[in-house]
């Protein structure tokens, strides 16, 4: 299979490339005649993808989820790829690794169309459709200096008020905030 990959991307000028030990390949795909190329990510034995993202929101979830600073990790990351779901999208393959719920909620937050998939040998075993949950806890920090939760160590609160647009209120001090005005902690 492998040499049958590598003789596929000689034949069309394909290049292959490497990641941290994924090998990923150009591909030939027929479209109208004509090939395309068309770029794959290799598959995960185990671990967490995290698909249709946006495309604007996909190095926000490497960020707010502290991937750039794990070198333990092996990491797949594709942007602006073609989805038939949301038209670009961007997708995030974390190889050995699973979320726990505080990370989905954070992912929600940025991206709340966005799929979890849990991998295990080869094999989807788990999928979830990524929804704002209606309390948030610990997640964000309130936007309002005065707050308590800003002063004193206190966890933060927040109840959703709206999903779309994003609008949270504060548990404490009542401050209602946007999305633009969120700050994760």
Known sequence: MKQQNQKK?????????????????????????VFLKEYKISAISEGTVIDHITPEATFKVIEILNLDKRP??????????????IGKKGIIKISGSFLGADDANKIALIAPNATLNIIKNFKVTEKKQLKIPEKIEGIVKCFNPNCITNVERVPTKFTVTSRDPLKLLCAYCERRMKREDIILL
């Open 9 to 33: 991307a000689k034949l069309f000028g394909s290049r292959k490339l490497s990641f941290r030990g994924i090998k990923n390949f150009w591909v030939p795909k027929k479209h109208g005649g």
């Open 72 to 85: 333990d990790l092996i990491i797949s990351v594709g942007n602006n790829m073609s989805s038939k779901q």
